[in-house]
């Protein structure tokens, strides 16, 4: 069975610098999707980046970026120029190519960012 | 703005109430799913409906059942619940049901509240 693991319950940033959230997961499947998910206080969870194991080049979106090792399983998510609207939980995904759509989520990390 | 609707927003029920929660989406998806998720954890599957038939129970209680009237509508009737079934309910959807890259959108979920 797949797992993902956040091992940092909670992290802190200053304001307008960089802080990496670490995720790894288990898995003995070969395609597979990779995906980081933030909600906020205000608890809707959004999409903030997603990598195909296929692929190489690891995804940026503008201000987050992740760190893919696939021989590691490692996928941590690096956001850049850290906002007071960045704070928030944020959770590792992981869903297989065979499956139902079925997302596997790790334990969550929750962001402070200080001003 | 949250392209996945759910309502209500919040939600008060005895033991012996039966009520409904829905869930809404215009976007075409055709696979949608229901999440549970206690406080500071992240979000349990229940089930997920694919091309509006269930494609996954996962072993969930009776006292929850699931209903897709169409492609747009899924909602989830509550009866005889439990104070440990209190939790926020989240609704997500994704373009299709099967494995790949297509995010979930989730929607801002109902907080139930088991009295």
């Known amino acids: 069975a797949q797992t993902v693991t956040q091992s940092q319950p909670e992290m802190s940033v200053q304001e307008a610098e960089t802080v990496t959230l670490s995720c790894t997961y288990d898995?003995?499947?070969?395609?597979?999707?990779l995906f980081w998910y933030k909600q906020p206080p205000s608890r809707q969870m959004i999409l903030v980046i997603r990598?195909?194991?296929?692929?190489?080049q690891n995804a940026t979106e503008n201000r987050f970026s992740v760190n893919f090792q696939k021989a590691a399983k490692s996928f941590s998510l690096k956001i850049s120029d850290s906002q007071l609207g960045d704070a928030a939980m944020y959770f590792c995904?992981?869903?297989?190519?065979?499956?139902?759509?079925?997302?596997?989520f790790g334990q969550g990390t929750t962001l402070q960012v200080k001003p | 703005d949250t392209e996945v609707t759910q309502t209500p927003k919040h939600l008060v029920m005895g033991m012996t109430n039966k009520k409904s929660l829905k869930c809404e989406q215009h976007?075409?998806?055709?696979?949608m799913y229901w999440y549970k998720q206690k406080a500071k954890k992240p979000p349990e599957l229940m089930f997920v409906?694919?091309?509006?038939?269930?494609?996954i129970n996962e072993s969930v209680p009776s006292r929850f059942s699931p209903e897709c009237p169409n492609s747009s509508l899924l909602n989830l009737h509550l009866h005889a619940l439990q104070p440990e079934d209190s939790a926020l309910y989240l609704c997500?959807?994704?373009?299709?049901?099967?494995?790949?890259?297509?995010?979930?959108?989730f929607g801002d979920g109902t907080r139930l509240s088991i009295l």
């Open positions: 976007m075409g998806h055709r696979a």
């Open positions: 995904a992981y869903r297989g190519s065979s499956n139902t759509g079925k997302l596997i």
């Open positions: 990598q195909e194991a296929y692929k190489q």
């Open positions: 409906y694919s091309y509006e038939k269930l494609s």
């Open positions: 898995t003995s499947e070969s395609d597979y999707y």
């Open positions: 997500a959807s994704s373009l299709t049901g099967g494995g790949g890259n297509q995010p979930q959108h």
